[in-house]
């Protein structure tokens, strides 16, 4: 039985993307928006502008201000002169993810982060995700960075659109997957077929990245119908898994498209 949704805790935002992210798709969870006093450019009057339109509150705050949150959070460090206090949704869990699958128009293309612990490397994932047309990106609940505030910030705006799912069970969920027809491609150093010849590039997929540190776990490779290489030229034998990610994830858009403009 999937686990009901708990209440997530408000969050500041900081910067223009990750503010104006939220205030375009999904205004009313935006509780209010600091404006740093004495920004008056372009950038910011169009901000301020989006949330009068929005009906968010709207604050002018001193640098000061500004400074005290930084040090009590440094995730808002590089805040560009605008905060907003924000209750975001929960993640998705499994119920979500495969009501998603139901309702799918085309083959399933799926993001899994194995144990990813680096805010700054969910957010690049999540935005290769969206620009590669990812339908969902599932991460385990426990030992993975979840949706902080540097998370949306390097997203870009993704967070707030690509659907976000935490498991409780990653293996399970990766067999749940198998049960309904999708390919499970893991990206692992020991892979033992190119990116550019695996044959599911096109298929009902989901790519299976593992953490920074460690990769893939063993589990999780035992569930992997394919583990698939990027070939490199030496001496490097190794990227980081958000370049990684948008390296695979590109490839097989580029294989789904082929396939699509060839029906």
């Not at 027809?181 to 077929?193: D, E, F, L, P, T």
Request: a negative charge; charged letters at 25%; aromatic letters at 6%.
């Amino acid at each position: 039985m999937a686990e009901r949704h708990a209440p997530a805790a408000t969050q500041w935002l900081s910067g223009f993307h990750a503010v104006e992210a939220a205030l375009q798709h999904d205004p009313s969870r935006v509780l209010s928006v600091i404006f740093e006093q004495g920004r008056q450019d372009k950038r910011v009057q169009q901000l301020r502008q989006l949330a009068q339109t929005q009906g968010v509150s709207i604050e002018d705050a001193p640098e000061k201000i500004f400074a005290d949150r930084v040090r009590a959070d440094r995730e808002l460090a590089r805040h560009q002169g605008v905060l907003a206090r924000y209750q975001p949704a929960p993640a998705g869990n499994e119920h979500d993810l495969f009501a998603l699958l139901d309702h799918l128009k085309e083959p399933a293309f799926l993001l899994v982060l194995d144990g990813v612990t680096d805010p700054h490397n969910l957010g690049a994932c999540l935005r290769s995700a969206e620009a590669a047309g990812v339908h969902a990106v599932i991460a385990p609940k426990d030992r993975a960075v979840g949706l902080t505030p540097t998370a949306r910030k390097s997203a870009s705006g993704a967070a707030e659109r690509v659907p976000f799912i935490q498991v409780t069970n990653l293996a399970r969920t990766l067999s749940e997957l198998k049960d309904r027809h999708i390919w499970i491609v893991g990206a692992a150093g020991g892979g033992m077929v190119s990116l550019y010849e695996t044959d599911f590039a096109a298929e009902p997929v989901a790519l299976v990245m593992g953490s920074e540190g460690e990769g893939l776990r063993r589990l999780t490779q035992e569930h992997c119908d394919q583990l698939i290489y990027i070939p490199m030229r030496p001496p490097v034998e190794s990227l980081n898994v958000s370049v990684a990610a948008a390296v695979c994830l590109f490839e097989f858009r580029r294989a789904r498209d082929l396939i699509g403009q060839a029906k």
